[in-house]
């Protein structure tokens, strides 16, 4: 599968649409048919699991040395401590606000390159990550107050952005070596055992029958999940991580545009508050977003 350097923004305005779609799924589950999000995390690890074989059957791994087989094992623990932390908030918060507070992601990757990867970018680029981000959390925002800041569900979100651009850093180190197929694989492995951990809690335990019962909601997100994340591990094949995370940041803009749709046609499905000053506020920051990846992508 060849793609040119310039398909690279199309890929990158693909995959947080289809993450998106997982976000919703999640979100409806923990609201309504999940009591542990720690329990849903059992099984997502458990279908990342069964996923990984699957792309495992066609795509063997291949010129694996201990550095590689560490560091993908590394990138899903990291991604399963950032994932601990999204179901948690998302239990708590309207999905939309999630979203785009986990999307101060670009700034932390951002720095990270420069450290780890010695990526550059101009100082416009840099403003345009900065105007992208600020985009996306004003989505997540229903009143300009601290308060709005500190909410812990808000700062749990927060916090999970750090572990995500952590693996984001760690992908793109081993696509110079591996494919985006076995890189996608050793990552599963990885998230399936930190996400295995969740079977310490004894609360998880006692409601993962519950949770099991959703299987089918939990495959379909997950689905979604295995789709956006090849699409975002071809984008970061070809073009600096810096970039694509930043185009990423229109994660929350699509959980906008599905949440209205949504309230529209199915009102009670999930708990979101939208009215005339908050959808203002949004569509301010859907404009920032818009400015700032065009910057990104000139």
């Given at each position: 599968?060849?793609?040119?350097?310039?398909?690279?923004?199309?890929?990158s305005l693909l995959y947080p649409a289809l993450y998106a779609v997982s976000n919703i799924i999640d979100k409806f589950l923990l609201e309504k048919r999940?009591?542990?999000?720690?329990?849903?995390?059992?099984?997502?690890?458990?279908?990342?699991?069964?996923?990984?074989?699957?792309?495992?059957?066609?795509?063997?791994?291949?010129?694996?040395?201990?550095?590689?087989?560490?560091?993908?094992?590394?990138?899903?623990?990291?991604?399963?401590?950032?994932?601990?932390?999204?179901?948690?908030?998302?239990?708590?918060?309207?999905?939309?606000?999630?979203?785009?507070?986990?999307?101060?992601?670009?700034?932390?990757?951002?720095?990270?390159?420069?450290?780890?990867?010695?990526?550059?970018?101009?100082?416009?680029?840099?403003?345009?990550?900065?105007?992208?981000?600020?985009?996306?959390?004003?989505?997540?925002?229903?009143?300009?107050?601290?308060?709005?800041?500190?909410?812990?569900?808000?700062?749990?979100?927060?916090?999970?952005?750090?572990?995500?651009?952590?693996?984001?850093?760690?992908?793109?180190?081993?696509?110079?070596?591996?494919?985006?197929?076995?890189?996608?694989?050793?990552?599963?492995?990885?998230?399936?055992?930190?996400?295995?951990?969740?079977?310490?809690?004894?609360?998880?335990r006692v409601n993962l029958r519950n949770t099991v019962k959703n299987i089918h909601f939990i495959s379909l997100s997950e689905g979604f999940n295995f789709?956006?994340?090849?699409?975002?591990?071809?984008?970061?094949?070809?073009?600096?991580?810096?970039?694509?995370?930043?185009?990423?940041?229109?994660?929350?803009?699509?959980?906008?545009?599905?949440?209205?749709?949504?309230?529209?046609?199915?009102?009670?499905?999930?708990?979101?508050?939208?009215?005339?000053?908050?959808?203002?506020?949004?569509?301010?920051?859907?404009?920032?977003?818009?400015?700032?990846?065009?910057?990104?992508?000139?």
């Open positions: 599968w060849n793609v040119s350097m310039e398909e690279w923004v199309i890929l999940i009591k542990n999000p720690f329990s849903l995390s059992i099984i997502v690890g458990l279908v990342a699991f069964f996923i990984a074989l699957i792309v495992l059957a066609f795509n063997p791994l291949k010129n694996l040395t201990i550095n590689i087989i560490f560091f993908g094992l590394l990138a899903g623990i990291s991604y399963s401590i950032g994932y601990f932390l999204y179901f948690y908030a998302t239990s708590m918060e309207e999905v939309s606000r999630v979203i785009s507070m986990i999307y101060i992601t670009p700034i932390i990757v951002s720095l990270f390159a420069v450290i780890f990867l010695n990526e550059k970018l101009t100082l416009i680029k840099y403003f345009g990550i900065i105007i992208i981000v600020l985009g996306a959390v004003l989505i997540g925002i229903n009143k300009l107050s601290s308060n709005e800041f500190f909410r812990r569900g808000v700062l749990i979100a927060s916090l999970s952005s750090i572990f995500w651009a952590t693996t984001n850093i760690i992908q793109k180190y081993l696509l110079n070596d591996i494919s985006f197929w076995n890189l996608y694989s050793l990552q599963s492995f990885g998230l399936f055992i930190g996400l295995s951990t969740a079977l310490l809690s004894k609360n998880a789709l956006a994340a090849i699409v975002a591990l071809l984008a970061l094949s070809k073009a600096d991580v810096s970039k694509v995370s930043a185009i990423g940041s229109l994660q929350p803009l699509y959980v906008l545009v599905y949440v209205i749709i949504l309230s529209l046609f199915i009102p009670k499905l999930l708990k979101e508050i939208l009215n005339k000053k908050i959808l203002i506020i949004k569509l301010v920051s859907i404009l920032l977003i818009v400015i700032g990846a065009y910057i990104i992508t000139r």
